[in-house]
């Protein structure tokens, strides 16, 4: 029986990519010459670090746009709050997401039983499989899901046949 896995996940490779893509522009720029503006990774989290709201702001802007280029989804980044550490320096860990929130997986389940489509919908851990009889079923759940589901870029893994 044909299946496949809905997903959010990044591609960590070009997230590392990107981060030292970013932090050699922060580092060559004119406007962040002298300052201790820097963003660093720890696995999932990456934690920015500036001057000050400003600065952070435009450290925030350039690794979005390096993510952009290397075609990461910026959808995929959850900023925390920006928090004071000692004189006027600022940081902020953004999380990189990984997996479907329950509350996301029940939704695209009841979507798709919702769509009238043959196919069965299950949650499995933090994906949804998709099964069905017929290919032409299962490609028109992910155009289903491309089209309704859109505060998270969705990636379709493990297609069998």
Same mark, same amino acid.
């Given at each position: 029986?044909?299946?496949?896995?809905? /997903?959010v996940?990044?591609?960590?490779?070009?997230?590392?990519?990107? +981060?030292?893509?970013?932090? %050699?522009?922060? @580092?060559? =720029?004119?406007?962040?010459?002298?300052?201790?503006?820097?963003?660093?990774?720890?696995?999932? *989290? &990456?934690t920015?670090?500036?001057d000050?709201?400003f600065?952070l702001? !435009?450290v925030r802007?350039? +690794?979005?746009?390096?993510?952009?280029k =290397?075609?990461?989804?910026? #959808?995929?980044l959850?900023?925390?709050?920006?928090?004071?550490?000692?004189?006027?320096k600022?940081? !902020?860990?953004?999380?990189?997401?990984?997996?479907?929130?329950? *509350? &996301?997986?029940?939704?695209?389940?009841?979507?798709?039983?919702?769509? #009238?489509? %043959?196919?069965?919908?299950?949650?499995?851990?933090?994906?949804?499989?998709?099964?069905? @009889?017929?290919?032409?079923? &299962?490609q028109? /759940?992910? @155009? &289903?899901?491309?089209?309704e589901?859109? *505060?998270?870029? +969705?990636?379709?893994?493990?297609?069998?046949?």
């Open positions: 029986m044909p299946s496949f896995d809905i /997903v996940e990044a591609n960590m490779v070009e997230v590392r990519n990107a +981060l030292d893509q970013a932090n %050699k522009e922060i @580092a060559t =720029r004119f406007d962040f010459k002298g300052s201790d503006a820097r963003i660093e990774q720890k696995e999932r *989290e &990456l920015a670090f500036a000050d709201d600065k702001g !435009q802007d350039i +690794l979005t746009a390096k993510m952009a =290397r075609g990461v989804d910026a #959808r995929l959850e900023p925390g709050e920006p928090e004071r550490i000692g004189g006027d600022v940081k !902020q860990t953004i999380k990189v997401r990984n997996g479907i929130e329950s *509350e &996301l997986a029940r939704r695209i389940v009841r979507l798709v039983k919702d769509s #009238r489509i %043959k196919v069965t919908a299950s949650i499995q851990g933090d994906a949804v499989r998709v099964a069905g @009889a017929k290919r032409d079923d &299962l028109a /759940v992910i @155009a &289903l899901a491309r089209r589901v859109t *505060e998270v870029p +969705l990636t379709f893994q493990n297609f069998r046949d």
